[in-house]
């Protein structure tokens, strides 16, 4: 079983929320995570919803600000919060730029150097940590959803598409990101010239559907809306591919956590009624 180390943990919402560091083989380094184990597994086995978070996040940034926690404990559902990346493995210019390397993991297996030995973030979040979590809490990995936000979004969308999940949701997620400025840098160093569709949720999908409604929420004055995240292209794709998608244009909201906190709310309750 893989040694975790606790760092910290707080009482909340009658459960608690804790922060590990721990041995990844996946990322030949040590990796973060938080969770949030509502009162209820106390007693029992609780489904579990993994969110990913966007470009420069850590997993204190989820769950110190988008107040996700109560409506966890209300539902009954554990929360996981990967790291966005790996950190500190002395690659060069790793911490150079906020949307690449440190931060900026982009949830994909990195296949080309200098980033293919520690930058393998999508078996990192859809194998090794549900493993680990599975060993280590009272999780009922049977019952796993996904939800994300930007970097992130992305992330839940293609890992949700191409998992085993019961729920995706995602809050202004990079859609079509061999499109886009942030996606064409990341794909180009950490992929090189090949393996992007695989990648890129809006060419996914036509491929890959899911038997149940995604859920999205964008920001309508989201400052990244146009010419980073293009949602209009994964709803199109979406449409047809026969994909059943809830998509939520919020009027007056941006890219920012108060966003997320307006509506995680109602994310929380669509992951429940799947994942119960």
Request: hydrophobic share 35%; charged share 15%.
């Amino acid at each position: 079983m893989t040694e975790l180390t606790a760092t910290s943990r707080y009482q909340c919402f009658g459960g608690s929320v804790e922060f590990y560091q721990h041995p990844s083989d996946c990322c030949g380094t040590s990796m973060a995570f938080g969770i949030y184990l509502p009162p209820q597994a106390q007693q029992r086995p609780v489904p579990v919803l993994y969110f990913l978070s966007g470009l420069t996040c850590t997993p204190e940034n989820f769950l110190t600000k988008a107040g996700a926690q109560q409506f966890a404990a209300r539902q009954g559902i554990a929360l996981v919060i990967p790291d966005t990346s790996p950190r500190q493995t002395g690659i060069p210019a790793e911490d150079q730029d906020y949307d690449l390397g440190s931060g900026a993991g982009f949830y994909v297996n990195a296949t080309e150097e200098p980033w293919r030995q520690h930058y393998q973030m999508y078996d990192y979040v859809t194998v090794e940590l549900p493993n680990l979590v599975g060993a280590n809490f009272p999780i009922d990995l049977s019952r796993a959803g996904i939800c994300g936000h930007s970097m992130g979004g992305h992330g839940a969308l293609v890992c949700g598409l191409r998992g085993n999940y019961r729920s995706i949701s995602a809050f202004a997620p990079i859609a079509n990101p061999s499109a886009s400025p942030w996606g064409q840098k990341a794909f180009g160093q950490y992929l090189g010239n090949q393996g992007w569709a695989q990648y890129d949720a809006t060419m996914l999908v036509a491929e890959r559907q899911v038997d149940f409604p995604i859920l999205i929420d964008q920001g309508a004055t989201d400052q990244f809306l146009v010419n980073q995240l293009m949602p209009e292209k994964f709803v199109a794709a979406c449409d047809r591919a026969g994909q059943s998608l809830n998509f939520r244009m919020q009027e007056g909201y941006d890219h920012s956590y108060y966003f997320i906190a307006s509506f995680i709310g109602d994310h929380l309750r669509y992951h429940a009624e799947l994942l119960m």
